[in-house]
Nanobody
Framework: QVQLVESGGGLVQPGGSLRLSCAAS????????MAWYRQAPGKQRDLVAR???????AYADSVKGRFTISRDNAENTLYLQMNSLKPEDTAVYYC???????????????WGQGTQVTVSS
């Protein structure tokens, strides 16, 4: 059974930092990619950062230079280090994993429950 459990959200002042974690249980699956998305009230869910094969990364323009995505393969944990936070970063942040069952060609999309990040003075 697949489980993605986020943690690390909270309230932080503008200019501050937070690190989000996503503990992944993916027994029986290979990980194609993992990502962080965010959704602000009344807005669509948008991609923040993605890591493919544990190495190649991509970022939304709005977070480039401020956020860093990484993955600890041994612990099967995804991280998002967020620095220089701005009020517009306020959102629910979701962990995403694209997984492929062993021996199968099809890939499946999984989501965590989300963690709230609020940037405010």
């Amino acid at each position: 059974q697949v489980q993605l459990v986020e943690s690390g959200g909270g309230l932080v002042q503008p200019g501050g930092s937070l690190r989000l974690s996503c503990a992944a249980s993916t027994s029986g699956f290979s990980i194609s990619s993992m990502a962080w998305y965010r959704q602000a009230p009344g807005k669509q869910r948008d991609l923040v950062a993605r890591i493919i094969s544990g190495v190649n990364t991509a970022y939304a323009d709005s977070v480039k230079g401020r956020f860093t995505i990484s993955r600890d393969n041994a612990e099967n944990t995804l991280y998002l280090q967020m620095n220089s936070l701005k009020p517009e970063d306020t959102a629910v942040y979701y962990c995403n994993a694209v997984l492929q069952p062993h021996g199968a060609a099809q890939k499946f999309n999984y989501w965590g429950q989300g963690t709230q990040v609020t940037v405010s003075s």
